[in-house]
């Protein structure tokens, strides 16, 4: 009993969510998987509602920080450079969120899901490339 309790903590410590990095926060992030948590935590949601034809109300505002800290991670990540390639990636996964965030403002549906999903994109040929 009392290993599996401490087993099951070990877990959540090694692999349970990540605390939210506030933005001004993520310039002071040490580690590129730092980084990968924060562009995960923020997008993998809105990854799962692409296609959806509506969002909320709610869902704007909350879309429009995702794009702009995607912005910020996407620079972040560079000081973790293994390349140029890997530049070229981050610097598009950063060109993604300006997209996105312009694709909010338009509060249209498919203009959002486009960028998500191009966002997204990105995501996996860095890391087709690099992980
Ligand atoms: C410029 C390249 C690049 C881009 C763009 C990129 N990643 Fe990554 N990602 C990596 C690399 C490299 C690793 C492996 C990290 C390592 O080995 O330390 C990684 C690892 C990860 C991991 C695993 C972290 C861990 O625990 O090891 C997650 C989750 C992740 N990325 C999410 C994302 C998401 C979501 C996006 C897009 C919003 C994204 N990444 C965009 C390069 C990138």
């Not at 009392?2 to 959540?12: K, N, P």
């Not at 410590?13 to 998987?33: E, M, N, S, Y």
């Not at 924060?38 to 869902?59: L, N």
Request: proline residues 4%; charged residues 25%.
């Amino acid at each position: 009993m009392r290993r599996a309790s401490l087993l099951a903590l070990f877990l959540f410590a090694a692999c349970g969510p990540k605390p939210f990095v506030p933005t001004d926060k993520i310039a002071t992030l040490d580690r590129l998987d730092d980084v990968m948590h924060v562009q995960a935590r923020d997008a993998d949601p809105w990854f799962k509602k692409i296609g959806q034809a509506q969002y909320a109300d709610a869902d704007w505002e909350a879309l429009a920080t995702v794009a702009l800290r995607m912005q910020t991670t996407a620079a972040k990540s560079k000081s973790f450079s293994r390349g140029q390639s890997f530049d070229v990636l981050a610097d598009r996964l950063a060109k993604d969120g300006a997209d996105l965030a312009a694709a909010v403002s338009t509060k249209e549906a498919p203009a959002v899901n486009a960028a998500l999903e191009k966002m997204r994109g990105t995501c996996r040929a860095c890391h087709k490339e690099f992980k």
